[in-house]
């Protein structure tokens, strides 16, 4: 706020009255609050618009190579389908028994962690592979649903991969 000094300087001009000069004195307290406002404000926007990114998992970058032999026990394949189904089975492709499940606690993120425990009881290591396979029919949103399922299970490999010519005809 502006401030004026009690102290009063006064003058005398020859032909005229006395006038009395103030000496003014502007407080810029108000002013410091509202600069810490706008870096507050711009500091917090700017956090909020960075983008968040979401690792995949290529093959190059596991622990494992794409060539090596997996356990068939360990193994876990999900194949994704319009309407947000999904369709999974685990063990080799040639045995396969496809059953259904859906997105959410009681579906897939259940049968994940379940698979998990089971391979680890099994095997006394984290040996777990879930591999993904987005049919053509499934949407972007499907794949990252799937991918946040496996990052709340902490799935440490996970690979996604292009359905078989077998599959492709079975779910048209």
Do not use: H
């Amino acid at each position: 706020m502006a401030e004026l000094n009690e102290k009063q300087v006064q003058k005398k001009r020859k032909g005229s009255a006395i006038f009395s000069k103030r000496n003014l004195r502007v407080d810029l307290t108000p002013m410091v609050d509202l600069g810490f406002i706008l870096v507050t404000f711009f500091v917090f926007t700017t956090t909020l618009s960075q983008q968040k990114v979401m690792e995949v998992v290529n093959p190059n970058d596991a622990e494992i190579g794409i060539n090596d032999e997996l356990c068939e026990s360990c193994v876990l394949t999900v194949l994704l389908d319009r309407d947000n189904k999904i369709w999974y089975y685990e063990g080799a492709k040639d045995k396969a028994e496809y059953k259904e499940t859906g997105y959410g606690a009681d579906g897939i993120r259940k049968l994940i962690a379940d698979k998990k425990k089971s391979v680890k009881q099994q095997f006394k290591l984290d040996k777990f592979v879930l591999i993904i396979k987005p049919l053509n029919r499934s949407g972007f949103k499907n794949l990252v649903d799937i991918i946040d399922e496996s990052n709340i299970n902490l799935v440490k490999r996970y690979y996604i991969d292009e359905p078989t010519e077998s599959e492709l005809e079975r779910f048209q």
